[in-house]
């Protein structure tokens, strides 16, 4: 009987409140991959010492800043200034 009332006051004493668990990470990776630009895959044909042909897979952006690197390179070549 003693057992029983000793049981009873630890379970009186233990707090009740039961606090929400914190949202799973998953909430905000949607938003995350929303934000990734998709991969754009062409094959790369600058290499001449080979017949076989690359495959490069960049996002829109790098495509545009590679282009652009080979304007000026171009540029360069021919003397422009």
Same mark, same amino acid.
């Given at each position: 009987?003693?057992?029983?009332?000793?049981?009873?006051?630890?379970?009186? #004493?233990?707090?009740?409140?039961? #606090?929400?668990?914190?949202?799973?990470?998953?909430?905000? &990776?949607?938003?995350?991959?929303?934000?990734?630009?998709?991969?754009?895959?062409?094959?790369?044909?600058?290499?001449?010492?080979? /017949?076989?042909?690359?495959?490069?897979?960049?996002?829109?952006?790098?495509?545009?800043? /590679?282009?652009?690197?080979?304007? &000026?390179?171009?540029?360069?070549?021919?003397?422009? /200034?």
């Amino acid at each position: 009987m003693s057992l029983m009332i000793v049981a009873a006051a630890i379970l009186a #004493q233990a707090p009740t409140a039961v #606090q929400p668990a914190p949202p799973p990470p998953a909430a905000t &990776a949607p938003a995350v991959k929303a934000a990734k630009e998709k991969k754009i895959c062409r094959f790369d044909d600058t290499d001449t010492s080979t /017949r076989l042909r690359k495959k490069v897979c960049l996002t829109q952006t790098e495509w545009d800043r /590679r282009q652009a690197g080979r304007n &000026a390179d171009d540029l360069k070549t021919l003397g422009a /200034r």
